[in-house]
């Protein structure tokens, strides 16, 4: 199969709606509008696989999207201040019930806005992740939207704040453009043990 030809597989709104894991997994992770979804049909030359919504908070399942050789699984976007407390807390519940189980999660692509610093939330998501040994990538988004002097100086307070880590490699890129996608997807073809695009 190959990446143009993936296709949407399911939704789960609850950890015990998941499927098995039978293929190698994908996931993209992120705040509630920092473009997971512009990110994830670029990434698949497709125009509208994954729905993509102008109101930040309203994709509440873990969707699956079946290339064949792996799933791409999008985790719901966190962080969004006029959610609930009870939906936020069943959001975490099922991205959470998502990482407990036994799953062949071969790279996380944590999507942050270049614009912005990193929010507590996203530093909490990458310790979470350096912690429990799976592999991540910081695709940070919307670089084209920085004229030449705020990208540099946003890319040097990335590289600083991640510093530390230096195996997460940080790939600044734009679902508009399509800066950085090459970049990300070759990451994630190395991921899944596969030298060169389908």
Same mark, same amino acid.
């Given at each position: ?42 990434? /698949? ?29 999008? /985790? ?13 807390? #069943? ?11 036994? #799953?062949?999660? #071969? /790279? ?6 270049? #614009? ?72 994630? /073809? ?9």
């Amino acid at each position: 199969m190959s990446i143009e030809t993936a296709f949407f597989e399911l939704s789960a709104g609850r950890a015990d709606q998941l499927p098995a894991s039978t293929l190698p997994e994908i996931v993209f992770s992120g705040r509630s509008n920092a473009g997971k979804s512009s990110l994830i049909n670029r990434l /698949l030359s497709r125009k509208s696989l994954a729905r993509t919504s102008s109101a930040p908070g309203k994709t509440a399942t873990i969707n699956f999207y079946n290339l064949g050789f792996c799933r791409f699984v999008d /985790l719901p976007g966190y962080g969004y201040a006029k959610v609930s407390k009870s939906e936020k807390l #069943r959001w975490a519940e099922l991205a959470e019930g998502y990482f407990h189980q036994t #799953r062949d999660i #071969r /790279l996380v692509v944590q999507l942050m806005d270049l #614009r912005h610093a990193p929010t507590q939330d996203d530093l909490q998501m990458v310790r979470f992740l350096t912690d429990s040994g799976i592999p991540c990538l910081i695709a940070a988004t919307k670089c084209d939207k920085l004229n030449k002097t705020g990208r540099r100086s946003q890319e040097e307070m990335y590289r600083s704040e991640f510093a530390a880590c230096p195996e997460i490699v940080v790939v600044p890129c734009s679902a508009v453009n399509g800066e950085g996608a090459d970049a990300i997807l070759e990451r994630i /073809l190395s991921a899944c043990d596969i030298a060169e695009k389908q």
